[in-house]
């Protein structure tokens, strides 16, 4: 096993157990409770949960999806979040190496796939969580242009939403989306933001179809736009001149 390799093993480790109190703050947060006390315990008996009931993934495959106390069923959504902020964190080191910043765009991103997680559930995005993603994207080399990028896609944004909700009569936009644009703005700068709003709307297009009466959350779309578009920058430019130039 290659030097490459070992470190690409122990950032998918961390980005598991960063997985794991992201299921807490997910679960948590809506309700208003504190992510740091309790501490874990089941959510169907509160019995406390021993050390080992606690590894991410493997604890849930071996108790077969149960509590180990009161074998009710535990939500499978436990080791997903596990397994997806731990593919987050190695896709973004095979991107960006073994750098510096790479925890910081990490958790940024993590904080984002929190925001998923709880609009899809509660239709709402807690500020505190929209923030730490912002304030993480801006941690990086280009401290300055990732700020300007910020601050213009969130007042653009803003603007845009005013506009709107001025000519349809009713909000067009929420204090989330603006933020999430901010974060959207400073990670892939531009015009990199435009095409990810770009593949947001068409993402979503097909579940704002089927799903036209309840309405469905943009929150999610931007996110995973953000992170495809950031992983493929290099990619969505090349493909942009192509379409501008032919």
């Known amino acids: 096993m290659n030097e490459n390799t070992?470190?690409?093993?122990?950032?998918?480790?961390?980005?598991?157990?960063?997985?794991?109190?992201?299921?807490?703050?997910?679960?948590?947060?809506?309700?208003?409770e504190s992510i740091a006390f309790p501490a874990s315990h089941c959510?169907?008996?509160?019995?406390?949960?021993?050390?080992?009931?606690?590894?991410?993934?493997?604890s849930w495959?071996?108790?077969?999806?149960?509590?180990?106390?009161?074998?009710?069923?535990?939500?499978?959504?436990?080791?997903?979040?596990?397994?997806?902020?731990?593919?987050?964190?190695?896709?973004?080191?095979?991107?960006?190496?073994?750098?510096?910043?790479?925890?910081?765009?990490a958790i940024s991103f993590t904080a984002l796939l929190a925001l998923v997680m709880i609009d899809f559930k509660y239709m709402a995005v807690p500020d505190s969580i929209n923030f730490i993603a912002l304030l993480f994207a801006l941690i990086q080399p280009n401290f300055l242009d990732a700020i300007m990028y910020g601050a213009i896609s969130a007042g653009g944004l803003y603007l845009i939403g005013r506009l709107s909700s001025w000519i349809s009569r009713r909000d067009a936009?929420?204090?989330?989306?603006?933020?999430?644009?901010?974060?959207?703005?400073?990670?892939?700068?531009f015009p990199n933001f435009f095409m990810?709003?770009?593949?947001?709307?068409?993402?979503?297009?097909?579940?704002?179809m089927l799903y036209r009466e309840r309405g469905v959350p943009f929150?999610?779309?931007?996110?995973?736009?953000?992170?495809?578009?950031?992983?493929?920058?290099?990619?969505?430019?090349?493909?942009?001149?192509k379409i501008i130039y032919g």
Request: contains cysteine; proline residues 5%.
């Open 6 to 32: 070992m470190i690409g093993v122990v950032v998918f480790i961390f980005g598991m157990l960063i997985g794991s109190f992201l299921n807490v703050v997910i679960y948590r947060v809506p309700k208003g």
């Open 196 to 208: 990810a709003l770009f593949l947001s709307a068409i993402l979503a297009m097909i579940p704002a």
């Open 219 to 241: 929150v999610p779309f931007l996110a995973m736009a953000t992170f495809i578009v950031y992983l493929y920058d290099t990619q969505t430019l090349t493909l942009l001149d």
């Open 61 to 105: 495959l071996f108790l077969g999806g149960k509590c180990g106390f009161c074998k009710e069923s535990i939500s499978a959504q436990y080791p997903i979040i596990e397994l997806l902020t731990a593919i987050i964190f190695t896709l973004l080191y095979i991107k960006l190496g073994f750098v510096w910043y790479l925890p910081f765009i």
């Open 173 to 189: 936009m929420g204090e989330a989306d603006v933020i999430v644009a901010g974060t959207m703005g400073a990670l892939l700068g």
């Open 43 to 58: 959510q169907s008996c509160n019995t406390p949960l021993k050390w080992y009931h606690n590894i991410p993934i493997f």
